[in-house]
């Protein structure tokens, strides 16, 4: 299938952000150029529609030490590596058309993910921050444990509550969210206090490195990865071609 033209303007990072890379604080390169692509999602059809989130209790959800979080079975014999920024457009097009049918091969243990979360876009929400913010409330919610809640926030928060570029959510609306999820009061705690705020910056600073060493110095949301090799998620048997 055709890529289909995108009408998401490509903004560059602010001058002014610094990374750190192995201790070193780094001066952005400027030539270095972020991308959060809104999909149109045209003619293309929701797979599985009607699935709706996780739903097998046996689902764990882990906050790993690069601030990543897994989501599957143990045993899940392939885990995908996919990289969002909560208020990509783009990316709630992929959870929009894509998450459902990932939910199901979730729950039948074919496959497992690692969502790496980026913060480039924090400068397109009215608060500066909501990207690092949304990060912070998703670590929180999986560091419950629990798939089924963690799943069914995660899918919430980029697609149905995905605020529009120059919004986003409060603290209080993301803890809200989470309870609705069915997040324990311990998880909305964490995220009004901003309890994961600071390591959530960090590693999402972090996961846009490595997510630019992965794509040869761009670095674009969202992208999908078996292993090494990126997968062509305009081909709308993706999910289905990696775990059949």
């Known amino acids: 299938m055709s890529k289909p033209p995108s009408d998401y303007t490509p903004r560059p990072m602010s001058s002014g952000t610094t990374y750190a890379l192995g201790g070193v604080a780094l001066a952005l390169i400027a030539l270095i150029v972020f991308f959060a692509f809104r999909w149109g999602t045209g003619g293309a059809e929701v797979r599985n529609d009607g699935y709706g989130s996780v739903r097998n209790t046996a689902v764990t959800a882990a906050v790993q030490s690069d601030g990543g979080v897994r989501l599957g079975l143990p045993d899940a014999p392939k885990t995908l590596e996919i990289y969002e920024d909560p208020i990509c457009p783009g990316c709630g097009s992929l959870e929009h058309l894509y998450g459902q049918e990932i939910a199901q091969k979730i729950d ?3 496959l497992a993910v690692r969502y790496r979360f980026v913060n480039f876009l924090d400068s397109e929400s009215d608060s500066g921050d909501y990207s690092t913010r949304a990060t912070a409330a998703l670590q929180c919610v999986a560091a419950t444990g629990s798939g089924v809640t963690y799943s069914k926030f995660h899918d919430t928060l980029l697609t149905d509550r995905q605020p529009e570029e120059g919004s986003g959510l409060t603290d209080e609306e993301l803890a809200t969210t989470a309870a609705e999820s069915g997040a324990p009061q311990s998880a909305r705690d964490c995220i009004t206090t901003g309890a994961r705020l600071d390591d959530a910056r960090t590693q999402a600073t972090a996961a846009v ?16 990865f078996d292993v090494a090799t990126e997968l062509d998620t305009q081909n709308q048997e993706w999910v289905q071609q990696v775990a059949p």
Do not use: I, R, Y
């Open 209 to 224: 490195e490595d997510l630019q060493a992965a794509l040869d110095g761009d670095a674009a949301t969202p992208s999908v």
């Open 108 to 110: 039948e243990g074919k």
